[in-house]
């Protein structure tokens, strides 16, 4: 009698410790499990009958996945104040290598489901910064004007516990029109039916205006790429890095010292390329963009 009394006082204390380690939870955990073919439960189920607790456990183990639940995307509807720099490298006669920054400010409409997001971006100033004061590019009002809304699809992933913004490979045109955007070269005849005169000015293609060492108009047509890589995104702001690459053709010029096609190419320093978005309320114009830019953006340079 002893001994059954014994025994059964053991297996009352473990059952008790059983219990209390059971009903640790003081990490308060939470996993999502995914089926993964022999569902644990299932396992559990069919192995009841044999009390094989330590194989219920390791199928268990074995069967199912653990799903990290991320955060859920930020919510970016609404308008946005945009920036947008191209660093490049260009090669002019008689001057030599310049370094340039197409600095573009845009607004920009945003809807979005989920991580799919739409937008319409209007261009409202573009700025030719440049490392050589003997020359200035202007971007007339007209060019600027004349550049049509754009519409795009764009997408928020999630990479290393944070969300980004992205942009896949979009081509524009400006003053021709062309039928394969990414293989059609560029005409370099003013006569070629493919020019436009965009900016309604009275000459064909696109004009640009050129200070200083070489002063005069530029008629160009131009076709270009942007693709803004994930960096990161919130409710109020979003960045990241540009690659691009643009091309250009003079078709014409004021003068015939200004009819050239000097080689460009992106700055080989990735970062010197990048994007910023700031939220806006929806009433401000591209002119408050422009007028308010060192405002929104008070870690750049104009």
């Not at 995307?73 to 370094?99: D, F, H, Q």
Request: hydrophobic share 30%; with cysteine; charged share 25%.
């Amino acid at each position: 009698m002893k001994f059954i009394s014994k025994l059964i006082s053991y297996m009352i204390l473990t059952f008790s410790l059983i219990l209390v380690s059971g009903c640790d939870d003081s990490e308060n955990k939470t996993y999502d499990w995914v089926d993964s073919g022999n569902d644990a439960g299932e396992d559990t189920g069919s192995d009841a009958g044999t009390d094989n607790v330590n194989n219920d456990i390791s199928d268990a183990g074995d069967d199912a996945d653990i799903i990290v639940v991320q955060d859920p995307p930020p919510n970016i509807e609404g308008t946005w104040a945009y920036l947008n720099i191209r660093a490049s490298i260009i090669n002019y006669p008689m001057i030599g290598l310049v370094n340039n920054r197409i600095i573009s400010l845009l607004k920009y409409e945003i809807t979005q489901d989920g991580t799919s997001i739409n937008s319409a971006e209007t261009v409202c100033e573009i700025i030719v910064d440049s490392s050589n004061d003997s020359i200035t590019t202007i971007m007339p009002d007209a060019f600027v004007t004349s550049m049509p809304e754009e519409i795009r699809e764009n997408t928020l992933s999630y990479t290393d516990g944070n969300w980004g913004y992205s942009q896949p490979k979009y081509w524009t045109t400006q003053g021709v029109v062309l039928t394969d955007v990414e293989n059609e070269e560029l005409p370099g005849d003013p006569e070629d039916p493919r020019v436009v005169d965009q900016d309604e000015d009275g000459h064909p293609g696109m004009t640009v205006r050129l200070t200083g060492s070489l002063s005069g108009e530029l008629y160009v047509v131009q076709k270009g790429w942007t693709v803004l890589e994930p960096g990161s995104a919130n409710e109020t702001e979003m960045e990241g890095l540009v690659t691009w690459a643009d091309y250009q053709v003079t078709v014409d010029a004021s003068t015939p010292v200004l009819k050239i096609n000097p080689e460009t190419n992106p700055n080989p320093d990735p970062e010197e390329s990048y994007y910023k978005f700031v939220k806006i309320t929806a009433d401000y114009s591209c002119q408050d963009i422009s007028d308010q830019k060192e405002t929104l953006f008070p870690l750049e340079t104009f």
